[in-house]
């Protein structure tokens, strides 16, 4: 397996686990604005994609983080918001090895560290990340606003 950043001419094979991703978080299908939505993210360097890739060159996995600020800390933090593996790929280390490729932007960049967010329901998430090193927060309440 490889593993290494996304450039735009992998766009297309990532958004179709882009949008496998989002579908498995209960939204509707549509291909065509992932890859528009992909595109402009790497085009405008608004987040950073590292995709494993199997050995027929076929995208089986990726991994996105977004750049953030935290003003207490007055430092930079990452925060993964999408993991997907293709569920054929599942079990074999490729979230982790994903997770530390996002761990070594983290260092590549000096920022603090990361966060995620994923939901209750999510056990293969929930018992994933403890497994990579990260921490349950229960010091914090998490809030939401949406106009969409």
């Not at 994609?49 to 003003?71: C, D, H, M, T, W």
């Amino acid at each position: 397996m490889i593993y290494r950043k996304a450039l735009k001419e992998d766009v297309k094979s990532v958004s179709e686990l882009f949008n496998d991703y989002r579908v498995f978080y209960k939204k509707e299908s549509d291909l065509e604005r992932a890859e528009n939505f992909l595109i402009k993210r790497i085009e405008n360097k608004d987040s950073e994609i590292f995709i494993a890739e199997n050995e027929n060159n076929k995208l089986v996995g990726f991994v996105q983080l977004y750049p953030l600020f935290s003003s207490t800390r007055m430092e930079k933090l990452w925060l993964l918001n999408d993991l997907f593996v293709s569920p054929k790929y599942r079990n074999k280390g490729v979230s982790i090895n994903l997770i530390e490729n996002a761990k070594q932007l983290v260092k590549d960049t000096g920022a603090c560290g990361m966060f995620l967010e994923t939901s209750k329901s999510n056990l293969i998430g929930n018992k994933l990340y403890p497994k990579t090193g990260f921490n349950l927060n229960n010091n914090s309440n998490y809030y939401e606003w949406n106009n969409c």
